[in-house]
């Protein structure tokens, strides 16, 4: 049992079971949630103490962790009235797991700084599944030093962690990774429609496809499920164009097209019209309905 007190600030999709993989591990782990209900139900589920505010939960913790939903939701947990870096300890260290904008992580690193305390954005991947079976990918941006001292941490509920640059490249290398998995959608969605519409076996397509050239990660867990019409599990798209306004505003900033992005972006706005918001991403194959 280690005697490191960790606070975890945001149990939505990925927090409860992220945190709840802290809690196995034998960290004394106190947990806050805007909605009080779900806080509670995570006591029901494993053992840890309940703070009533961001700040009540990050007062006496060695380590702050947060995954809420976006820059403003960051900005207030820990710069809030009753937030993290208004109670925080001197050499405390503070992770923010949400996928945000690189900006916002460096606004909290050097707010983090001015009370004495460290800071890491480290953004994950791996969905649902991934945080439940404690198998993430965190991309982190911060110091060598904060970055060995949060692996522990890590350690409960990633598969790998890695220090990408400067506070803000985690969040860089999420949106990469955004970018990526749409592109990947895209070609999928096209695949399988020219396959299904071919009389292609499905999943024997995907048996031979997966270990060339074409495999990929959403080829393998969502090609079978895509062809099926089943896209009620993973990422929701609501979250995905969340995600890639994020990426939009930082080409801007950098000034680099991304056409791709914003041609999937723009097929996902009409399947949220069509009322598929809460769907998973795969469900873009849904674009090509007749």
Not at 40 to 50: F, M, R, S, V
Not at 94 to 123: G, N, W, Y
Not at 165 to 172: H, T
Request: aromatic share 8%; charged share 20%; hydrophobic share 45%.
């Amino acid at each position: 049992m280690t005697s490191k007190t960790v606070a975890f600030i945001g149990l939505g999709t990925m927090g409860f079971p992220m945190a709840g993989h802290l809690a196995k591990a034998g960290f004394q782990v106190v947990v806050y949630n805007r909605t009080t209900a779900t806080a509670e139900k995570w006591l029901n589920t494993y053992t840890g103490t309940l703070a009533r505010t961001p700040a009540e939960a990050a007062q006496h913790a060695d380590v702050i962790l947060t995954c809420v939903g976006n820059d403003q939701d960051v900005r207030e947990v820990y710069c809030g009235p009753q937030g993290i870096l208004s109670t925080a300890r001197p050499g405390a260290l503070l992770i923010d797991h949400t996928t945000a904008s690189a900006e916002v992580a460096r606004e909290i690193a050097a707010a983090a700084a001015k009370v004495s305390t460290a800071f890491l954005d480290a953004p994950v991947s791996g969905g649902e599944a991934g945080a439940v079976n404690g198998c993430l990918t965190v991309m982190v941006g911060g110091s060598q030093a904060n970055f060995e001292q949060a692996k522990p941490i890590f350690a409960a509920y990633a598969k790998a962690s890695t220090l990408m640059g400067d506070v803000g490249f985690g969040q860089i290398t999420k949106m990469a990774n955004q970018i990526c998995i749409a592109g990947v959608l895209q070609g999928l969605s096209e695949a399988i429609t020219l396959a299904k519409s071919a009389g292609l076996d499905i999943q024997k397509m995907t048996d031979v496809l997966k270990h060339g050239a074409a495999g990929s990660w959403q080829m393998e867990n969502r090609a079978v499920t895509m062809a099926a019409d089943k896209f009620d599990f993973g990422f929701a798209i609501d979250w995905m164009r969340k995600d890639l306004a994020i990426c939009f505003e930082a080409a801007e900033q950098y000034d680099v097209a991304l056409p791709l992005a914003r041609q999937v972006d723009a097929e996902y706005e009409k399947l949220q019209a069509r009322g598929f918001q809460r769907a998973d991403t795969s469900v873009l194959i849904k674009q090509f309905d007749k």
